[in-house]
């Protein structure tokens, strides 16, 4: 068997015109150039012959990013900033002043917080606890009707009510008649006494006194009509009268001085009865200004926190509005940056739409297969000498070995 070795290559060749298209289009996105190599003070660099030193640079619009621009700086190296048209800096959301850049695209960003947003924050903080100075003051009202509620709640004592000190203990005094140690007490029936009765029990027993010294003159005047003047009969009857006299007279005062200490008692338990009506009504009213307080607390954090609220919703509105405006001016300036690319694409598309089913230049080039000389001419003698034995002849192959 002989061994073939097949090779085959083929080429497609553009016409010239959209060959010439093709490598202008590339250029303009990617090419190397030839620059003279510049020292430090930029002077070009030379080589030992005197010749300039060059360095491949690559050029075209896809040798750098479309997203990064030039900044500029004056001749002193300062950075150039932004002016509007009256010559005043223009400030970004952060109220920096924006350095002057040719082409490149605005970094992402995030607007701040707005200054309502910030005065939002501020009065959130300042807010927390708002409420702890009106709980503060509820507290003490609401205990102070505790305990007004708490000593309206004692029980009647004709002798006075025991006057108390702030720990709860008795408050003691000096008694001036007999020098002993009693408990002060106020409110008693001794308050509402009449001062008078006294005056009316002395008046009262002087009439009935007098009454029993004209009745004993009626019967001594009787007795001398009768001849019985000064005897055993007539004293006793004198006595009699006196005794009746004084009856009265203690009967009297007892019932005045009875009168006077039931009214006095009534008074004193209806004043008693009364204090502790009003006591009971203060005591719900200072609970209720301390629930009251302990609302307006409340009422003055939750007021607080809706303003809080209100501005932070104003200033989001703000904040949204704002970064809507940064990010379609950073889109406006990323699709200036990539417009050649798109301009470039479209034009890529362009050529491989017009170019479909364009017949282009095409060159053959292959090489048949190798053949093995010697195998051959020994195949074919052996061919012809098969032939020639056959029909009659001499062997080739006969001839060219004895040769």
């Given at each position: 068997?002989s061994e073939?070795v097949?090779t085959?290559?083929q080429m497609?060749?553009?016409p010239?015109y959209?060959?010439r298209?093709v490598?202008?289009?590339?250029?303009n996105l990617?090419r190397t150039?030839?620059?003279p190599?510049?020292?430090?003070?930029?002077?070009?660099v030379l080589?030992?012959?005197?010749?300039p030193?060059?360095q491949?640079?690559?050029?075209g619009?896809?040798s750098r990013?479309?997203?990064l621009g030039q900044?500029q700086f004056?001749?002193?190296g300062n950075?150039?900033?932004?002016?509007?048209?009256?010559?005043?800096?223009?400030?970004?959301a952060?109220?920096?002043?924006i350095?002057d850049?040719?082409g490149?695209v605005?970094?992402?960003d995030i607007m701040?917080?707005?200054p309502?947003q910030?005065?939002?924050?501020?009065l959130?903080?300042?807010g927390?606890?708002?409420?702890?100075?009106?709980?503060e003051?509820?507290?003490?009202?609401?205990e102070?009707?505790?305990?007004?509620?708490?000593g309206s709640l004692?029980?009647?004592?004709?002798?006075?009510q025991v006057?108390r000190?702030?720990?709860?203990?008795a408050i003691?005094?000096?008694d001036p008649?007999?020098?002993?140690s009693?408990?002060?007490?106020?409110?008693?029936?001794k308050d509402?006494?009449?001062?008078?009765?006294e005056?009316v029990i002395?008046?009262t027993e002087?009439?009935?006194q007098?009454q029993a010294t004209q009745?004993?003159a009626?019967?001594?005047?009787?007795?001398?009509?009768?001849?019985?003047?000064?005897?055993?009969?007539?004293?006793?009857?004198?006595?009699?009268i006196q005794?009746?006299?004084d009856d009265?007279k203690a009967?009297?005062?007892?019932q005045?001085?009875?009168?006077a200490?039931?009214?006095a008692q009534?008074q004193a338990?209806?004043?008693f009865?009364?204090?502790q009506?009003?006591g009971?009504?203060g005591a719900?009213?200072?609970?209720?200004?301390g629930?009251?307080?302990?609302?307006l607390?409340q009422?003055?954090?939750g007021?607080g926190?809706k303003?809080?609220s209100?501005?932070?919703?104003v200033g989001?509105?703000?904040?949204?509005q704002?970064?809507?405006?940064?990010?379609v001016?950073?889109?406006?300036?990323?699709?200036?940056?990539?417009?050649?690319?798109?301009r470039?694409?479209?034009?890529?598309?362009?050529?491989a739409?017009?170019?479909?089913?364009?017949?282009?230049?095409?060159i053959?080039?292959?090489?048949k297969?190798?053949q093995?000389v010697?195998?051959?001419?020994?195949?074919g003698?052996q061919g012809l000498?098969?032939?020639?034995?056959?029909?009659?002849?001499?062997?080739?192959?006969g001839?060219?070995?004895n040769?």
């Amino acid at each position: 068997m002989s061994e073939q070795v097949i090779t085959s290559a083929q080429m497609n060749l553009l016409p010239e015109y959209q060959e010439r298209y093709v490598k202008d289009l590339l250029s303009n996105l990617y090419r190397t150039e030839q620059q003279p190599t510049l020292d430090e003070e930029g002077n070009p660099v030379l080589d030992e012959e005197g010749n300039p030193v060059t360095q491949s640079v690559p050029g075209g619009i896809a040798s750098r990013s479309p997203l990064l621009g030039q900044p500029q700086f004056d001749d002193d190296g300062n950075p150039i900033y932004r002016r509007d048209t009256s010559g005043n800096l223009i400030l970004d959301a952060r109220g920096q002043p924006i350095q002057d850049v040719i082409g490149g695209v605005p970094r992402p960003d995030i607007m701040p917080l707005t200054p309502a947003q910030q005065q939002a924050i501020q009065l959130g903080i300042q807010g927390i606890g708002a409420y702890a100075p009106l709980m503060e003051e509820a507290k003490g009202t609401y205990e102070t009707g505790v305990g007004t509620l708490e000593g309206s709640l004692g029980r009647y004592d004709p002798r006075g009510q025991v006057v108390r000190d702030y720990q709860g203990n008795a408050i003691m005094d000096i008694d001036p008649t007999t020098g002993a140690s009693v408990e002060r007490r106020v409110g008693g029936y001794k308050d509402f006494y009449d001062p008078f009765v006294e005056q009316v029990i002395d008046t009262t027993e002087q009439d009935i006194q007098r009454q029993a010294t004209q009745e004993r003159a009626r019967q001594a005047a009787r007795a001398v009509g009768s001849g019985a003047f000064g005897g055993s009969r007539a004293e006793i009857a004198e006595q009699e009268i006196q005794r009746g006299a004084d009856d009265r007279k203690a009967r009297t005062g007892a019932q005045l001085r009875s009168a006077a200490f039931s009214g006095a008692q009534q008074q004193a338990a209806g004043a008693f009865e009364n204090a502790q009506k009003r006591g009971q009504s203060g005591a719900q009213l200072f609970q209720g200004l301390g629930t009251a307080q302990a609302g307006l607390g409340q009422l003055a954090q939750g007021l607080g926190y809706k303003d809080v609220s209100n501005l932070m919703n104003v200033g989001g509105v703000e904040q949204q509005q704002m970064q809507a405006e940064y990010d379609v001016q950073r889109q406006s300036a990323i699709e200036q940056a990539y417009e050649p690319f798109t301009r470039f694409g479209t034009m890529a598309n362009i050529f491989a739409t017009a170019t479909r089913g364009t017949p282009a230049s095409s060159i053959s080039l292959g090489a048949k297969p190798e053949q093995n000389v010697l195998g051959s001419t020994i195949a074919g003698a052996q061919g012809l000498g098969a032939y020639q034995q056959q029909y009659g002849g001499g062997s080739i192959l006969g001839g060219l070995i004895n040769r």
